[in-house]
């Protein structure tokens, strides 16, 4: 790792830990540029993440959901669920047909619904794998 990286990750840290206003902005500029994350940074964040841990110099980064605070439902993760439930039937050798057909019927939903939160994950997962 280049110096120069090395020292744009500490900057990026210590914007967050410089100040009694911290700025994560630097820190998710870094995570976004690409440049290998030192060991060091990777432990702090893990710290800051861990919800059982202590945080990390008395920080500790909460993560919330602003789809259950808008709607009081989390609609994304009934997606979720729909799609993983389809993916394990195929992957226990199930028609996809009939996987569609069973879970319209236990859903409530239409075949298209189905089709449509299993595209939507996997563009999600291809995305999290560095895909476009």
Do not use: C, H
């Not at 090395?6 to 630097?26: H, M, N, Q, V």
């Amino acid at each position: 790792m280049a110096d120069d990286d090395e020292d744009a990750w500490l900057s990026a840290g210590g914007a967050i830990f410089g100040s009694s206003e911290p700025d994560i902005r630097p820190l998710v500029a870094m995570l976004r540029s690409g440049k290998p994350v030192p060991p060091g940074i990777a432990d702090m964040l893990a710290e800051l993440i861990d919800p059982e841990g202590d945080g990390y110099l008395y920080f500790k980064l909460n993560l919330e959901n602003r789809e259950t605070q808008r709607n009081n439902v989390s609609k994304d993760l009934e997606k979720l669920g729909v799609a993983s439930e389809y993916e394990r039937r195929l992957s226990e050798g199930q028609r996809a047909e009939s996987a569609v057909y069973e879970m319209t019927e236990k859903k409530s939903i239409k075949e298209r619904t189905v089709f449509n939160y299993v595209t939507t994950q996997r563009r999600f997962f291809n995305w999290l794998r560095g895909g476009k």
